[in-house]
């Protein structure tokens, strides 16, 4: 029970996280990842709000399990709610500095909080993310590599979201090369016993996504 209230604190927290980081890197106007460039791109096209074009996206991409037979978890549900709620919020709160240093510090924290709430949300073991999942389904169903498939998939959305209008610049450079070493830095750095209460004690820190521990290590927290 006690580890169970754990992991789903560190669920939402987590997914709260990641949500507030998306508002603070749109914020800094300097480039997204490509969802979130394909996000922007969408919203700025149809006027619904950021949060509300995830959250659409995000069930669009659970449609696209069941040709696949992946099985959401109470992680995947929770992900297309808080993620959307939370960058809206986080918008409605920040403002959009003009100063470049600013834009600099807000796009460089954006990215250390998204590997921290990576950490924690991946690490909660309750059911990977719809994008993710769409990846998993994919590599399981194709026997394509995880690095071809998210690498096509995440071409594909970002160069679409950049024809809708979606912002690509630094911070998407910075964020692909960036994301992966960071989360293996905190998986690292966290203290054992908060991994065993989350779930990460039972994966390779050098797994950095819910696909990558799905294909290598059929664990508990997998």
Known sequence: MKRGFARGSALLVGLAGYGFSMAVMIRAGLGLDPWDVFHQ?????????????????????????????????????????????????????????????????????????????????????????PRDGLMTGLVARTGLSVRLVRTSIEVAVLSIGWLLGGTVGVGTVVYAFGIGPLVQLFVRLTP???????????????????????????TPTC
Do not use: H
């Not at 991409?61 to 939370?86: E, F, M, Q, S």
């Not at 054992?192 to 059929?218: H, I, N, Y």
């Open 41 to 129: 791109g969408l919203a700025g096209r149809t006027g619904l709000s950021f949060g509300v074009v995830t959250a659409l996206v995000g069930v669009a991409v659970l449609l696209a399990w069941i040709p696949l037979r992946n099985r959401p978890g109470i992680g995947t549900v929770a992900n297309v709610i808080v993620i959307a709620v939370t960058v809206d919020a986080g918008l409605a709160l920040l403002p959009a500095p003009s100063e470049l240093p600013i834009r600099i510090a807000m796009m460089l924290g954006a990215v250390v909080l998204n590997a921290v709430s990576t950490v924690l949300y991946i690490g909660a073991g309750l059911g990977p993310g």
């Open 192 to 218: 054992q016993r908060w991994l065993a209460a989350s779930g990460w004690a039972f994966t390779d820190p050098r797994l950095t996504t819910m696909v990558e521990c799905q294909e290598k290590q059929p």
